[in-house]
């Protein structure tokens, strides 16, 4: 339920009816809007009178039941307001959200050698990347497939930032590494195989660094969102949701059918910032220009995109990674598309 309070009630009395509410057994949570200020209730609800709660303060304007299983990441639950996600890089803070230019995040899968991701790193800065993605710790369908080199990666990613002072988003695919994995990503990936692993997102979720939660590869929209949940619950609130594409009958052309009308089926039921991964999402790069222009006219608020300097020798989902040279080419055409939605950064002029 949420309790929306009139504009301009005093904090004294916001936090009055929240401990009311506590002292009923439930959960609120402050919630600072743009122009009002929202209480979240979560708990036993349902025998709740809404009528009879607003009577508890003449501050609040209106109590409203949130149908949806998800609470905390439903629209509703923010009074229809979109949340922001602002992540700390070496060049500055970036925010995620639909009032925000689209933020794009380009790297190899795997982390490979340092000069290969300081290469990358720079050249994928220059051509507009906000963050530089790669993996340190691979889920592999095989056992026998490369698994990522682990800690030592990590080490080249920091190398990576230090060099580009661009943010890191690599994946933690055990809880047991979070802490290590934190200490040099500025935002921590849940894949697309861990994303209804409950003791990770709990874990996950109890730390404080933004996540970034890529839709399950048979995941339903309401299971993607109940995972956003337990991370919401667990106290982080730093959340981005990434649509990678999901299995569908046919995979003889494309490696996974990338679902383009979750963004804005997302957009009408959660505040949470969205995503959107051409390349898991088809599986070959000839096809990541066209699908990452789709996503922009779709609204997504960020992209992933694979990259790396020679793909026929990447160690991992080479026919997906687009060269260098390739992703320069698509930032450019994807900056006419986004200024027409005004969704682009404007360029900062080079001075000499
Ligand atoms: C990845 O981002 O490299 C990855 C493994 O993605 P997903 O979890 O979506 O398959
Ligand atoms: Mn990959």
């Avoid at 590869?217 to 106290?235: D, H, N, V």
């Amino acid at each position: 339920m949420i309790v929306v309070t009139r504009v301009g009630t005093p904090e004294a009395e916001i936090n009055r009816i929240s401990e009311e509410f506590r002292s009923w057994g439930l959960t609120p949570e402050k919630i600072v809007g743009r122009y009002k200020v929202v209480i979240g209730l979560v708990g036993d609800t349902a025998d709740l009178n809404p009528e009879r709660m607003e009577e508890i303060s003449p501050w609040i304007e209106s109590v409203v039941r949130v149908e949806q299983p998800f609470k905390r990441a439903s629209r509703e639950f923010r009074h229809g307001e979109a949340s922001e996600v602002w992540v700390n890089t070496p060049n500055g803070k970036v925010p995620f959200g639909e009032n925000h230019p689209i933020v794009t995040v380009a790297g190899p899968c795997s982390v490979e050698d340092e000069t290969s991701i300081v290469q990358t790193a720079l050249r994928v800065k220059a051509a507009g990347a906000k963050f530089l993605r790669g993996g340190a710790y691979k889920p592999r369908t095989s056992p026998y497939s490369f698994q990522g080199h682990g800690e030592s990666a990590l080490d080249l990613l920091a190398e990576a930032r230090r060099a580009s002072g661009l943010g890191i988003i690599t994946e933690v695919m055990d809880s047991e590494d979070i802490e290590k994995v934190a200490q040099v990503a500025d935002v921590l990936q849940v894949g697309a195989r861990n994303m209804q692993n409950f003791s990770l997102l709990k874990k996950i979720g109890a730390q404080s660094k933004p996540i970034l939660l890529k839709r399950g590869m048979s995941a339903t929209i309401e299971e993607w969102l109940m995972a956003a949940e337990y991370i919401l619950s667990a106290g982080n609130n730093q959340i981005i949701l990434c649509e990678r594409g999901i299995r569908t009958f046919d995979r003889k052309y494309t490696r996974n059918m990338l679902d383009l009308a979750a963004v804005p089926v997302l957009r009408s039921l959660t505040h949470l910032p969205i995503m959107v991964d051409p390349s898991h999402g088809t599986g070959w790069s000839s096809y990541v220009p066209a699908m990452s222009k789709a996503a922009v006219a779709a609204g997504t608020d960020a992209l992933m995109v694979e990259v790396h300097p020679n793909p026929s020798k990447a160690l991992s989902d080479g026919p997906q990674s687009l060269t260098l040279e390739g992703f320069e080419q698509l930032m450019q055409e994807l900056a006419v598309l986004g200024k027409t939605f005004n969704r682009w950064e404007e360029e900062t002029p080079v001075t000499a």
